[in-house]
C-alpha cells in the first residue's frame, strides 16, 4: 500500500514539474498554457438548463484531436468549480484514455459544438486508480489557483497578495 502512494507522488511531481506556470495561476492562464502546450482549444462550459440535476453534477472532459470541453457546475462555489475545472485538466495532463463517445444532442453535450468530439472521461466514482490520479493533480492545481472562473482573468495581482500575505 506505501508503495502505491509512493507511485501516486512520484507521478504527481512530475506532472506538476512539467507546469512552467507560477502560482497562484488563475483558470483562465493555466488553460490558455494548456491549449499552448497540447496544440488543442480548451473550451470551458458550464451545465445548463436540465443538467442541473441536485447532487448529481460534476466536472464532464470530452475531447478530440484539436480540442478539450470541459464542462463544470457553475452552480457551486467558485473553489469547488475550479476543482472541478482542474480535476479535468487532470485528466489531460496525465494523459487519460477516455472512452469511445460518439456524440449526440442529449444532457451531456446541451449547447456544444458536437465536431470533432471523439472521448469522454466521466466518472460514476473515484475509485479507479485514473480517477484517483486525477483528483490528487486537480486539487493540487487548484490549491494553487485564485481567482474566479474567468478566462480574462489574470493573475497578477494574486502573485503579488501571496508575496504579503504567505498563502
Given at each position: 500500500m506505501a508503495r502505491r502512494g509512493g507511485r501516486r507522488r512520484e507521478r504527481l511531481v512530475h506532472v506538476l514539474a512539467r507546469v512552467?506556470?507560477?502560482?497562484?495561476?488563475?483558470?483562465?492562464?493555466?488553460?490558455a498554457w494548456l491549449e499552448e502546450d497540447s496544440g488543442r482549444e480548451v473550451e470551458l462550459v458550464p451545465w445548463t438548463g436540465s443538467a442541473l440535476e441536485p447532487n448529481n453534477r460534476c466536472g464532464l472532459l470530452l475531447g478530440g484531436p484539436?480540442?478539450?470541453?470541459?464542462?463544470?457546475?457553475?452552480?457551486?462555489?467558485?473553489?469547488?468549480?475550479?476543482q472541478q475545472i482542474f480535476h479535468e485538466v487532470g485528466h489531460?495532463?496525465?494523459q487519460h484514455p477516455g472512452e469511445t463517445f460518439r456524440p449526440t444532442?442529449?444532457?451531456?453535450?446541451?449547447?456544444?459544438?458536437l465536431?470533432?468530439?471523439?472521448?469522454?472521461m466521466q466518472r460514476?466514482?473515484?475509485?479507479?486508480?485514473?480517477?484517483a490520479e486525477a483528483e490528487?493533480?486537480?486539487?493540487?492545481?487548484?490549491?494553487l489557483s485564485r481567482g474566479p472562473?474567468?478566462?480574462d482573468s489574470r493573475g497578477e495581482l494574486h502573485r503579488i497578495a501571496v508575496t504579503f500575505d504567505g498563502s
Open positions: 512552467p506556470l507560477q502560482p497562484p495561476w488563475t483558470v483562465g492562464e493555466f488553460l484539436t480540442r478539450y470541453v470541459i464542462r463544470y457546475d457553475a452552480t457551486r462555489s467558485v473553489r469547488h468549480q475550479r489531460v495532463l496525465c444532442a442529449s444532457v451531456l453535450t446541451t449547447g456544444l459544438s465536431a470533432g468530439i471523439e472521448y469522454m460514476s466514482t473515484f475509485d479507479t486508480p485514473t480517477e490528487l493533480v486537480g486539487t493540487q492545481l487548484a490549491v472562473i474567468d478566462l
